[in-house]
């Protein structure tokens, strides 16, 4: 198959939401089409011995979230899928706008009970800033809800999304009968015990058919046809360049769990989602169809697999074919490199691919070469713009609580850091290690990771800094510069690149700061990753 015809097969894109919308449950299901797997594993409170295939930290077993980008693959009616599962909780935000920058589009899972909330308003308003195309999946229409055109009004006005219904739900919570796809023209009939199997609905190509009414009763058929009515005359048709411009966001309604709805999802998805498209570079756009191989790193894992200290780095492709064993440049390095097992995914399960496509994401093993945004090109010097780096919002000391254990905790320290998980600072004065974060959540994650995966425990201890902020002075030999350092010197510290950092305790110490050192540059985020 030609470079292009393999670039036409993919889509890549992310599902985002505000936790427990069900988003992981439509990852399962998704699969569960593509036939990556037998049966779904529900992610409910560990009730249930089979975890979520996307979900294979420990932790996120335990607590039932999504702590983790994860990458599945599929093949879907000869389309290639890849599906990257992001985290919802607020927590580890970090994870998923960084994930966004390798996505070419968006499936956003909305509750229909608790409708839009914040989480998904802050992910969505990062997807508009991009102009990433995003499908809405409206999930759970088994349970009790808003009404469907409250939900869609509410999409509309809380989101800033324009969107067109793409299929209608037939009642809902107790009186759900089914859904009415617009998309195609046919009526799915639910039945409530399809949970772990794929249904086929009974088709209806025409709802004034009067046989509808003997199927789902007179009076659920006459609200289906004057809701359709409505539908036609409110919303606009759907135009599949609007969207892929992202200013038409279709619609869907469904119930993952019950497995409802998520085949007109799919179905529709890979008919009109974008293929791997064109990304800018710092130097140029760089199109999908070039033929010279780039890609960048968005996200470092380690021990995807504990027993082995593996660290793998995910690299989306964005043009030509990546090959097993061809020498690559690392542009930050400036070094020639080459991969004998790159890897593609299927949760944690990985298997050597010799060949990868524009759309992929390629795990490569690292033995803490690569930092996230870092470039792989043939030869051109090339850095891909938009991966984020945020200020820490909270700080802790991190104290080593067993001495024999000393260099496994600053070796988990340093690979966990190296993830973005969190941001580390050493302190010049006394040289204790303090821990930035994002969510407090994280503080979590670390010390059950470090504990796991590297045998080392720790503990924290609260420390009172407002902001992180990283210190350019215009002239490090000048005395303004040496006075800033002896007045500051107990909040000073450095970052893991070597950096030298200002841990303010208010936003009033940054304001005087700047008055009294006006040669002295403070940044919010790291311009030096």
């Not at 399809?194 to 209806?204: A, D, Q, R, V, Y």
């Not at 006459?222 to 200013?247: H, I, M, S």
């Not at 490199?337 to 990985?350: D, R």
């Not at 010049?428 to 407090?440: F, H």
């Amino acid at each position: 198959m030609s470079l292009l015809e393999e670039i036409q097969r993919r889509r890549t894109f992310g599902i985002i939401s505000h936790p427990d919308a069900g988003k992981t449950t439509l990852t399962e299901k998704l699969l569960l089409f593509g036939g990556a797997i037998q049966e779904a594993g529900a992610v409910k409170n560990n009730k249930i011995k089979k975890g979520a295939t996307s979900d294979f930290m420990e932790i996120e077993r335990q607590r039932g979230i999504s702590v983790a980008t994860s990458v599945l693959a599929f093949i879907y009616k000869d389309k290639k899928i890849n599906i990257l599962d992001t985290p919802g909780h607020k927590d580890f935000a970090e994870d998923t706008f960084r994930t966004l920058t390798a996505v070419d589009s968006v499936i956003v899972v909305i509750d229909v009970a608790k409708g839009v909330e914040p989480q998904t308003e802050k992910l969505v308003e990062v997807c508009r800033m991009r102009n990433i195309p995003m499908l809405v999946f409206i999930n759970k229409l088994d349970r009790e809800g808003k009404d469907a055109f409250d939900l869609l009004d509410e999409v509309e006005q809380k989101l800033g999304l324009r969107v067109t219904p793409m299929s209608f739900p037939i009642g809902m919570g107790y009186d759900f009968k089914g859904i009415y796809n617009i998309w195609e023209k046919k009526i799915n009939l639910f039945s409530g015990d399809n949970k772990t199997t794929i249904s086929e609905g009974i088709e209806f190509d025409d709802v004034s058919n009067p046989e509808l009414d003997n199927v789902i009763g007179d009076e659920a058929a006459e609200t289906l046809r004057e809701e359709l009515e409505l539908v036609y005359e409110v919303y606009p048709k759907f135009d599949a360049q609007e969207y892929l411009n992202g200013t038409l966001q279709p619609v869907f309604f469904g119930s993952a769990l019950n497995n409802f709805g998520v085949k007109e999802l799919l179905d529709a998805f890979i008919e009109i989602a974008p293929t791997p498209q064109p990304k800018k570079a710092e130097e140029r756009l760089v199109d999908s169809k070039e033929e010279k191989m780039t890609g960048f790193v968005f996200k470092i894992h380690a021990n995807m697999d504990p027993k082995h200290r593996d660290r793998l780095a995910f690299v989306k492709i964005v043009s030509g074919t990546f090959k097993r064993n061809a020498p690559y440049l690392h542009v930050r390095n400036g070094k020639k490199v080459k991969f004998s097992s790159p890897n593609a995914f299927f949760a944690e399960k990985k298997e050597i691919v010799d060949e990868s496509y524009p759309g992929d994401i390629v795990g490569l093993h690292d033995t803490g070469n690569f930092k996230i945004g870092d470039t792989l090109t043939e030869g051109e010097k090339l850095n891909f713009k938009g991966i984020p780096s945020f200020s820490p919002e909270h700080f802790r000391y991190v104290n080593n609580a067993d001495p024999m254990k000393a260099k496994q905790l600053y070796k988990g320290l340093d690979q966990l850091m190296d993830e973005g998980v969190a941001q580390l600072f050493t302190l010049d004065m006394n040289g204790r290690r303090v821990i930035g974060t994002v969510g407090a959540l994280q503080y979590e994650v670390i010390q059950y990771r470090l504990e796991h995966e590297y045998g080392a425990k720790c503990s924290y201890e609260n420390l009172h800094v407002h902001k992180a902020c990283w210190v350019e002075a215009e002239d490090e030999k000048s005395e303004e510069f040496k006075e800033f350092k002896r007045v500051k010197q107990r909040y000073l510290a450095k970052d893991k690149q070597g950096q030298l950092v200002f841990l303010a305790d208010s936003a009033f110490t940054i304001q005087m700061t700047q008055s009294k050192f006006p040669s002295i540059k403070l940044h919010f985020v790291s311009e030096f990753k």
